[in-house]
């Protein structure tokens, strides 16, 4: 019994493989024209083909008109508060200057002491006298005739100590920012192009062996 069936399927599916095999000679026997016969053909060259597909040329490129509307702009308004300076402090010293002046040799004994001298004495001091006595306690008169002047170098302060103040960061008041999100625009239009120009050709996809 066994036997038997198996025998009848063994038959069945000859059968079936022999109609299949009939059907693939059948169908790839007919010959690819691109346009009526595209897919399962044999080639001109004798090529099998999944895919064989005639198009025609385009002269012109195939557009079409995409019409955009107006865009308004959006924007939104960013605050900024106050902020104070920022400053540090110098602190500039004395500014001395030098300088050179004119003066009288003064008198260095008690008779008119600090005034313009006259005289000089043998022991070096300058008297304010010229007359009788003068410098009769320091050793008689030197010289007289004066005033005599003498230069000399002194210092002065040319600018007193000041502190300064130094802003690194002014001061800024509080202001509000307009932030643009989106540009206004005005409406146009698009040409998209669907396909461009090209010479007539085919599309072939040859049989995966």
Known sequence: M???????FATIFLASSAVNTAYQNWEWGHKCDG???????????GERYNKYIFH?????????????DAVAEKSHIVHHPAT?????????????????????IRTTISYKNG?????Q????????????????????????GGPWYEYITETYVKKKAWIETVVDVPAKKAWDEKVIDIQAKAAWDETVILEK?????????????
């Open 35 to 45: 346009i009526e016969i595209t897919t399962h053909c044999t080639g001109d060259d």
């Open 197 to 209: 120009a090209h010479a007539a050709y085919y599309e072939k996809e040859l049989l995966k062996p």
């Open 56 to 68: 025609e040329a385009l002269a012109e490129d195939r557009t079409i008109v995409v019409h955009h």
């Open 84 to 104: 104070p300076a920022k400053t540090h402090t110098v602190y500039h010293p004395d500014e001395i200057g030098v300088r050179v002046i004119r003066r009288c």
């Open 2 to 8: 066994k036997a038997k069936i198996f025998a009848i």
């Open 115 to 119: 005034t313009c001298a006259r005289s």
């Open 121 to 144: 004495c043998r022991d070096g001091e300058y008297s304010g006298s010229s007359g009788r006595g003068t410098c009769s306690y320091h050793g008689g008169v030197l010289r007289s």
